[in-house]
């Protein structure tokens, strides 16, 4: 049989269905997990939130030194005392954002969308998708094989 002929192979052993799992837990899972993804990009967004921050304060102090420079000593300490500094919400800066929701929400779903994973599909990631593939790729194509 030529790679052409190649019947159509299955995904490799860590991305195949467990015996049993139904089509709607691995649709469920798959739900989960891309909304694990969305929660991944919502943290980088709250790590770049963080360090825009940041950023944006310390550019503060170059525009104190010009206001200075410039004789505008009212604003240049209007701006020290009220923004360099300044919690971004009642009490925190953003290290600290980022810290409770990495430590609360967000390790949260990771345990819970890993635990479910565990429990329901032994642990195997992606099953929605390994199968999304199968059906999409075009076996014997360069480009379109199962595995590595």
């Known amino acids: 049989m030529t790679e052409r002929e190649e019947p159509a192979a299955l995904p490799d052993p860590d991305h195949r269905r467990p015996e049993g799992l139904d089509d709607v837990t691995v649709d469920a899972l798959g739900r989960l997990s891309k909304a694990l993804e969305t929660i991944h990009r919502v943290r980088g967004h709250l790590y770049s939130f963080h360090q825009l921050t940041g950023t944006a304060d310390f550019e503060l102090d170059s525009a104190v030194r010009l ?3 410039a004789g505008h000593d009212k604003w240049a300490d209007r701006i020290e005392r009220e923004l360099i500094g300044r919690n971004v919400i009642q009490g925190r800066w953003t290290f600290q954002i980022v810290e409770e929701y990495d430590d609360g929400y967000y390790a949260a779903f990771q345990e819970l969308e890993r635990q ?16 999304l593939k199968q059906q999409r790729r075009t076996p014997g194509q360069p480009g379109h094989e199962t595995t590595p």
């Open 67 to 69: 206001l200075r420079q």
């Open 116 to 131: 479910a994973r565990t429990e329901l599909a032994g642990g195997r990631r992606h099953l929605y998708e390994a199968e």
